[in-house]
Structure formats: C-alpha cells, structure tokens
C-alpha cells in the first residue's frame, strides 16, 4: 500500500523542499499552495498524513484543519512560522497531531510525520514481503531471518519496492527519488544496486520489466531477473 500525504503550503521552495524529503523516505506526496485547492483535495482523495501550514492564500489553515475533521482523522502535522500559544492552543483544539514552528529540520520532519504514521496504525515498525523482512527505523533487511547486509542505497531501493510491491516502479522514478536530480538520468546506478541486492537475495524477489522498472512481487515470489 503506498502511503499518500498531502502537503499544504504557500511557500513554494519549503513545500517542494518538503515533498523531496518525504517522496526519497518512500511516500506518494501530493503538494498544493493554496487553501482553496487543499480543500478540494481533502474531498477527493484520500490521505494517511496531511502536512498543513496556517496561513494559506484562500481558507486559512486552522478552517482547514476542522474541515478535514469532517471527512478524516488521519493524523495532520502543522508546518507554521506562528509559534504563539494562541494559535498552538487553537490548533490542537481543532485536533492537530503535531506543531512544528520554522525553521524547521527537513530530517526532523521526516521523522515526526513517521512517528504519527505509526500512531495511526499506517506505518509499521516492520514491512513483511514473504521471506524479506525491513525493518525502516533501523534501515536494515532481512531475508529468511538473516541480515542481508543492504547499504542504505540498496535499503532504500528495496523498501521503495516493498511500499509499493506488486507495482512496477520505474527506473526514472527509483533514480530521482533516492538519488535525486542531480544524476541526470544515469539509470546505469540503478542497474549497478540492483544487481548488488541480487546477490544477497533470491533473483525471484523482485521483477525486471525490461525497458520499465522493477517489482517486487506481493508473494515476493517473481517470474525471473
């Protein structure tokens, strides 16, 4: 199951500073700027986590806030440069999860919209396909019980895989999300961790789709390399 956050901010280089950081920790990641628009957002799909700033160009944030209590209690975590006791106070009121107040650390950030995923019951301290086991808090894997020594690249790539198995992932997606943009495309990194992992897991684990990506099997039994 891919975990969908929604981020709510104005700001354009710290929304798409947070979509980044969030989208290379393995989440789908929908952004918006504006009230208006994360209000149709909140009715048309469906999120685990929305990451919401206060005040917004349109509804404001804390409208938002109740508004999205209406149709969900998934956690939400306020991103805002209003660090008052008022609008604290007035947030968690309308049932915010977490506060945080810029500047802000991206990691940090990360890890507190992890920490209320697990409340929520949506992140689990451990992601089973079949035989491979990762354990995301400790970036370590597991196969039939034994430690496969994956390097945080290789981890990374396999817990992409594991959010999101019985899809296939596409090279490009896998090469921008753990490595980012500055690689222009080098696909061949990707190729080269793959064939790394393939040597500390069964071949059959994971699926190539030639000229596509790569998917890990919901059986974690594949078809071939």
């Keep these: 199951m891919a975990i969908k956050i929604l981020v709510v901010e104005d700001d354009e280089q710290i929304r798409g500073s947070v979509g980044r950081f969030l989208t290379n920790a393995g989440f789908t990641v929908d952004e918006c700027g504006d009230g208006d628009a994360a209000l149709e957002l909140f009715y048309a799909a ?11 160009p349109g ?11 209406v149709v969900s209690d998934a956690p939400v ?7 008052d006791d008022e609008n604290q106070l007035a947030a968690f009121a309308n049932e915010a999860d977490d506060y945080v107040t810029k500047p802000f650390s991206m990691q940090i950030l990360v890890k507190r919209a992890e920490a209320l ?13 079949g035989s491979l ?23 990374e790539l396999l817990l992409m895989l594991a959010q999101n198995k019985g899809r296939v992932i596409t090279h ?6 753990i ?18 992992l393939r040597n500390k897991i069964p071949e059959s684990v994971i699926t190539t789709v030639k000229g596509v990506g790569y998917r890990l099997e919901d059986d974690a039994r594949g078809k071939g390399k």
């Design 46 to 56: 469906s999120y685990h986590l929305v990451i919401l700033d206060i005040m917004l």
């Design 59 to 69: 509804v404001g944030g804390q409208k938002l806030l109740k508004e999205f209590r």
């Design 77 to 83: 975590l306020i991103i805002t440069a209003l660090n």
């Design 117 to 129: 995923l697990r409340r929520s019951g949506v992140l689990k301290r451990e992601i089973c396909a």
């Design 133 to 155: 086991v990762l354990f995301p808090e400790a970036y370590r894997a597991e196969y039939g019980g034994t430690d496969i020594g994956a390097t945080p690249r290789e981890f």
């Design 172 to 177: 490009e997606t896998l090469l921008t999300r």
């Design 179 to 196: 490595w980012g943009y500055d690689y222009g495309g080098n696909e061949g990194i990707v190729h080269a961790h793959m064939r790394n």
